[in-house]
């Protein structure tokens, strides 16, 4: 059972808008602003698409963007394009170092 | 460029132990907490462990505690994990991860391990 929790799959057209929910305790995403996203392609290493809630690293789409309220992060892939097709996973810092992750949202494109 | 490299990934007993290595370049390794995370085969992403940058404080997944051990050398920019009484549930990809409490902003390219008989 994962910490955060994610919805197992989400699916969208080409050119239409999705969002994953990553849901938490206070403890994890409430107290900290240290949420990151992931994308993950088959047989490969997660990528990072988003860090500290909302911050896109360099070389990321800005069809990436995110978000956080309460205890409840998401992340919105917009104008869904077939490369978008992968594995998200969340993860939050959950102090003393430590980190919790989410269990995964495939998305698949329609 | 920062590189991840992970090794010593291979097929082990149940009970026996392994030693995961992860070395380091790109980057001051000193100055970052770095993380193992595993996904088991077709399984999401588990975190492992975490050390901090200095060396003096390991967390663990529930999972592991009490069986691995992670550790480091700043003087070999190198990052460990030693497992210990291994069982088949352990087999999964090994990734290290930098900074993954902040930024997760590099990820090796894994390792395999697979525990069976």
């Known amino acids: 059972q994962s910490a955060l929790t994610q919805p197992a799959s989400v699916s969208g057209s080409l050119g239409q808008s999705i969002t994953i929910s990553c849901t938490g305790i206070t403890s994890n995403i409430g107290n900290y602003n240290l949420v990151s996203w992931f994308q993950q392609h088959p047989g490969k290493a997660p990528k990072l698409v988003i860090y500290e809630v909302t911050k896109r690293p360099s070389g990321v789409s800005n069809r990436f963007s995110a978000s956080k309220s309460g205890t409840t992060a998401s992340l919105t892939i917009s104008g869904l394009q077939a490369e978008d097709e992968a594995d998200y996973y969340c993860c939050s810092y959950a102090g003393s170092s430590k980190v919790v992750l989410g269990g995964g949202t495939k998305v698949t494109v329609l | 460029q920062v590189h991840l490299v992970e090794s010593g990934g291979r097929v082990v007993q149940p009970g026996r132990s392994l030693r995961l290595s992860c070395a380091a370049s790109g980057f001051s390794f000193s100055r970052y907490g770095m993380h193992w995370v595993r996904q088991a085969p077709g399984k999401g992403l588990e975190w492992v462990a975490v050390?901090?940058?200095?060396?003096?404080?390991?967390y663990y997944g529930e999972s592991v505690k009490g069986r691995f051990t992670i550790s480091r050398d700043n003087a070999k920019n190198t990052l460990y994990l030693q497992m210990n009484s291994l069982r088949r549930e352990d087999t999964a990809m090994y990734y290290c991860?930098?900074?993954?409490?902040?930024?997760?902003?590099?990820w090796g390219q894994g390792t395999l391990v697979t525990v069976s008989s």
């Open positions: 050390i901090t940058l200095d060396g003096s404080e390991q």
């Open positions: 991860v930098k900074d993954l409490g902040i930024t997760g902003d590099y």
